[in-house]
Nanobody
Framework: QVQLVESGGGLVQAGGSLRLSCAAS????????MGWFRQAPGKEREFVAA????????VLAASVKGRFTISRDNAKNTVYLQMNSLKPEETAVYYC??????????????WGQGTQVTVSS
């Protein structure tokens, strides 16, 4: 069982930056692929980024490449999402997830409760 708790959300102006954190419980954090997703009001949840168990490989959605960075610290059981040059349309609840399998198509078994990110224009 893995419990995930996101933090770091808030209100930021367009063009600003935020760093989200996701703290995981349990001793097997390093065995999970970690991902970030977001869901805007009235829209489906969408993939943002994923990172391999070692942190050596990452995958980013095309819409965030060059602006967002995903990283992890297995010693701290934490995964991060650095978001730069934020846009108003990226206002959403951001979720982290823990999964098994390859980074390209993991199966996400555990989800956090989400943290709200609001980007004002």
């Amino acid at each position: 069982q893995v419990q995930l708790v996101e933090s770091g959300g808030g209100l930021v102006q367009a063009g600003g930056s935020l760093r989200l954190s996701c703290a995981a419980s349990g001793r097997t954090f390093s065995g999970y692929v970690m991902g970030w997703f977001r869901q805007a009001p009235g829209k489906e949840r969408e993939f943002v980024a994923a990172i391999s168990t070692s942190g050596g490989s990452t995958v980013l959605a095309a819409s965030v490449k060059g602006r967002f960075t995903i990283s992890r610290d297995n010693a701290k059981n934490t995964v991060y999402l650095q978001m730069n040059s934020l846009k108003p349309e990226e206002t959403a609840v951001y979720y982290c997830a823990a999964g098994r399998g390859s980074i390209s198509r993991p199966t996400y078994d555990y989800w956090g409760q989400g943290t709200q990110v609001t980007v004002s224009s």
